[in-house]
């Protein structure tokens, strides 16, 4: 019975095919994501509305510079994969010529025959062939007088013919070989040491070793690659003081572990620190240095609080220490902000359920966003929104207020004039002029729509602990959109949204509902220097008033009617007499018709009514279904949302920071909150792939008690000052439905009365029942 024999590859034939096949499974995959590849901008107006200014400049330099080495690493490992294509190209080579020699025993072709030769020229080849290879002539061998002996013998020997007519073979079916793909040398005895040397190098030393370094820096970070002692800090300081003012924000921030040399060996301490760091915090004051609460007293504390007020207030710093820290410290602390939040809002999410003691207000979420705005655009909190374009400065400010203009706004200054716009700044030239411009238009202009539903119940009406689902529609476009319009009353509404959200409260509403038309007569009479205060419109009111209105004219049309019927009247007054007989039967008729009218209606319900109480089942049933299927459908789009934007590029619109070291995209935050009592409502979502439009959901548990709620649905940015915006939305909390116990529910048990007289022909007793017996 044939049986299996393994080979090494002596040759190297197989070997080479599977070197070959490994090196293009590992190459060409690498090569298609590893390949440096150059972003080829083809926008032209991108580089036309490239700023100019000087710290635009610096930055461009800087990240030219900094990107040297980058470009060093690409060169590195073009020429390596051009390397590892060469070695491929070989190995295809070599391959190629690998021929591996599988023929079929032919007995003719040992025997130097053509196939049907006869046997006698079959013995005549045999016999010239013998004397020529038989080992005992000068010219024997051995090998191929075995071969001609063989091949003799197939073509003379009919059972040895058939055997090799059947198999093949003359000896029959032989073994079965499979070769492996390593040479033989890997297991010859010499090697053996070698071998065994390099696998215990590998799997025992150097495999370990790697694993245990990756899992041991791992285990130190959180998944966004923050400490996970800044982690606990946070932790330990925002639930000390839920009440966080900005200073006591940018103190923890700056006490990060990031910035201790201990945890990061990143950081960089230099002697000249000692010199240079005093200097700086006698330049800027407030900085409570003098602080003795731990870790914020320590020197990298200190060090890194004053490097971010310096940043803050534009300070310039020795470019070859102080100033390489400071870019270091800002380029982390996005990161951190972002972890501060996520911190916050487990926070609030543990008192919610008595978990933690102190619940963080929203003014300590809300001054970390606005800590991220100052950190990208390097501004302090007084200072004004209009210091983010380029080229202005705090001195020309002053010509933004006066008796005739009142810019404090980026959207005021969008919305003047072209004439006026460019005498307010005729002291810039045209292109710092044409800075200022390009970098207005490319800012963003957000569009927000909000609809909140309630989901889980067949009911749309929100009922106290319901699920409420809040749909918010974002639609990004360019601020040059405002350019030379002069109604922006839609842009200042967003903006004094955020105020008048918590004044309006009941009393104002009754005083501007029961307003009468005395107090309208003494406003028209008072003087003309008193000025008249403005309040906010109800939409209330209005509709009020056009029901008035339309309930006016309806009288009125009812009026008019009425006195030409009146006039008709004095005409035919003799007519109507004369018919009044005639329509006096006519009613008498009307009304048996309507009585055997009403009797054969009254019989029709009768017969269809056990009709109707059997459709009405199926109908309902199906009614059932069809809600299942909608809610099911809904359920399904709400998680194919969730993975589009978890799958999407986290790619936006780039930022103008000149100060801030790094390309910065626009980013996002949403977040439902509750203004009046200090409150986060539901957990702040980053948004990073705002470029046109997005669709975003936030759902929240509604209140427990029914009655009339306020929320505010805020977005706000992560990197422009004053371009956040808010939107009310009214919650009419109504009580719970109680669920009645449905009949299908009650089950009447009828052998209770069974089980209760045979308690005592039970097949299991109790001991107290044992003891009865006796």
Known sequence: MPGMQFEYDEEGGTFFYFLFSLWGLVLIPATYYFWPRKSVDDDKDKKKRECNCDPCVIKRHQLKSSTKWNRMKEKVLKVVFIIAWIIFAL???????????????????????????????????????????????????????????????????????????????????????????????????????????????????????????????????????????????????????????????????????????????????????????????KRLPNLDEKNKEKPLCYPYSVKARALLHAHFQRLDLPPDTLAIDQAYVVKKCPYLINEMINVIAQLVAGAHRNAVQYMPRL?????????????????DVRTSPLLQLPHLTQDMLKHFTTKKRHIQRIRDLIGMKEEDRRSLLRHMTSDEYRDIINVCATLPHVKMEVHSTVLDDEDTSITAGSIVTVNVSLTREMMEVLFDKEDLSHVDEERDNLAIANEETESNKDQQENETEDNVEAKEKAPIWHKQKKQPKKKGGNQKNKKVKQAYNWKAAAATNATAND????????????????????????????????????????????????????????????????????????????????????????????????????????????????????????????????????????????????????????????????????????????????????????????????????????????????
């Open 91 to 281: 190995l295809a080579y070599k391959v190629s010529q690998i021929h591996i020699e599988y023929q079929e025993y032919d007995p003719y072709a040992e025997l130097g025959l053509d196939v049907g030769a006869t046997k006698e020229e079959i013995k005549k080849a045999y016999k010239k062939l013998s004397l020529k290879y038989h080992p005992d002539k000068p010219t024997g061998d051995h090998k191929k007088f075995m071969k001609i002996a063989k091949a003799y013998t197939a073509l003379t020997d009919e059972e040895t013919r058939k055997i090799w007519e059947e198999s093949g073979d003359p000896d029959g079916p032989g073994v079965t070989r499979f070769g492996i793909a390593l040479p033989k040398w890997i297991v010859e005895k010499q090697n053996s040491m070698w071998v065994l040397l390099v696998y215990g190098l590998l799997f025992m030393v150097l495999l370990p070793v790697v694993v245990g370094v990756w899992w041991y820096r791992s285990i130190k970070f959180s998944k966004d690659q923050v400490l996970l002692d800044t982690t606990r800090l946070y932790y330990y300081f925002f639930q000390k003081n839920p009440n966080m003012i900005l200073k006591r924000v940018i103190m923890v921030l700056a006490g990060s572990f990031e910035f201790d040399k201990f945890h990061n060996a990143e950081i960089v301490e230099r002697p000249s620190d000692n010199e240079e760091v005093p200097m700086l915090i």
């Open 363 to 379: 003014e300590t979420v809300e001054n970390c966003m606005k800590l991220s705005q100052m950190l990208i655009q390097a501004v």
């Open 567 to 774: 006039k008709k009247e004095g005409k035919g007054e003799s007519e109507k007499q004369g018919n009044e007989v005639a329509v006096k039967d006519d009613e008498e008729d009307r009304e048996e018709n309507d009585n055997d009218s009403e009797r054969a209606e009254t019989d029709e319900e009768t017969n269809a009514s056990d009709g109707e109480d059997r459709s009405v089942d199926k109908s309902e049933s199906s009614r059932g279904h069809e809600e299942d299927e909608e809610q099911w459908r809904k359920y399904q789009e709400e998680a194919k949302k969730e993975q589009q934007l978890d799958t999407k590029v986290k790619e936006s619109h780039p930022v103008h920071c000149p100060y801030y070291g790094e390309e910065k995209q626009e980013g996002w935050w949403l977040y439902v909150c509750d203004k009046k009592s200090h409150m986060l409502i539901t957990a702040p979502v980053q948004i990073l792939t705002l470029k046109d439009t997005e669709e975003m959901t936030l759902k929240f548990s509604a209140p427990h008690k029914p009655g009339l709620y306020t929320y505010t649905v805020v977005l706000r940015s992560d990197c422009y000052v004053d371009f956040d915006q808010s939107k009310n939305i009214r919650l009419d909390v109504k009580e719970a439905k109680v669920i009645d116990d449905h009949p299908q529910w009650d089950f009447v048990d009828d052998e209770e009365d069974k089980d209760k007289d045979d308690e005592t022909d039970s097949d299991y007793s109790t001991d107290f029942d044992e003891s009865d017996d006796d």
